[in-house]
């Protein structure tokens, strides 16, 4: 029998959600960061796509020129679907952010 503290998939859990909460307080993804916005004042007001359905929301954001990455809130990597609704983008919409940055959209489950 095991001591106090934690153990197997309850560490896991533990250090995937520390990792995850360091990477967004430094913010960072697992794999790249989110360009900050834009002073240009030519640049386009991004559009707020939290509450709509993930797939029509990559597909806005991709019609205005900007590259998705689409995860949970844990930060896993999960597939578009209608039934997924965005809870939050970085950066936020209403930032003017120029064609070609990338946009993260965390969706629920």
Known sequence: ??????HGPML????????????AVAGLTACE????PTSD?????????VGK?????????RGADYQV????AEGDAVALSPKRLVTA?????GTKLNPGRTVI???GD
């Open 41 to 49: 004042t030519t640049a386009a007001a991004l559009i707020d796509v």
């Open 105 to 107: 959209i965390t969706v």
């Open 69 to 72: 990455v689409v995860h949970n």
């Open 12 to 23: 896991m859990r533990t250090a995937r959600f520390a990792l995850v909460v360091a990477l």
């Open 89 to 93: 983008q970085s950066p936020v919409g």
């Open 53 to 61: 359905p993930s797939d029509l929301a990559a597909k806005l954001l």
């Open 1 to 6: 029998m095991h001591g106090p503290g934690l």
């Open 33 to 36: 960061t989110v360009a900050p």
